[in-house]
């Protein structure tokens, strides 16, 4: 049986929690980790009971939406609500953290950032991680345990297959290929 690695388990995590994001410029996860335990997650979204972005639009000034609190600046809060210590935790963030968010992580006592994708890394916030020893590496999502496309796969497969199916393979061949298919959608039908 494989397991999937933890680094990847808590990068998957993050991706999900991406998914709830109500801002529409950037959907972004990130999920706070101590000793191999989630303690708290947060996506890109308004304040509780407050309007979405995905149903009024952004509230942009100087090109930022205003009216979005960060994943990362979510998680925390959640664990200073419910009374959780940071200190010594790590995170796992979609993206590179913004400088407001490298800060209050920083600031948090957190240890480590793991993140997926580049995404606008500041050289201050690479410098300002470095110079509190935080430990900052990049961990790509390899294992495709979320898989948003699935249906479009499985009808793109289906595809394929019937047009080699067209193109003069044997009964047998096309069975074989819808078979190895089913494997590895298990919804192919
Ligand atoms: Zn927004
Ligand atoms: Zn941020």
Known sequence: MNRIKWDQ???????????????????????IVRDKRIIAGGYNGSIAGGTHCIDEGCYVIDNHCVR????EMNAL???AKFGVPTENAEIYVTHFPCLQCCKAIIQSGIKAVYYAIDYKNHPYAIELFAGANVD????????MVI???TKEKVEF???LIEKVSEMGADDKEVKELYEHAATL?????
């Open 9 to 31: 388990y808590f990068m998957a995590q993050s991706h999900l929690l991406a998914l709830r994001s109500t801002c529409t410029r950037l959907t972004v996860g990130a999920t």
């Open 68 to 71: 979005t609190i960060h994943a």
């Open 77 to 79: 809060l959640q664990c």
């Open 136 to 143: 900052v590496e990049q961990v790509v999502l390899e294992e």
């Open 147 to 149: 898989d948003v496309k």
């Open 157 to 159: 497969v289906n595809q």
């Open 185 to 189: 959608f298990s919804t192919v039908s």
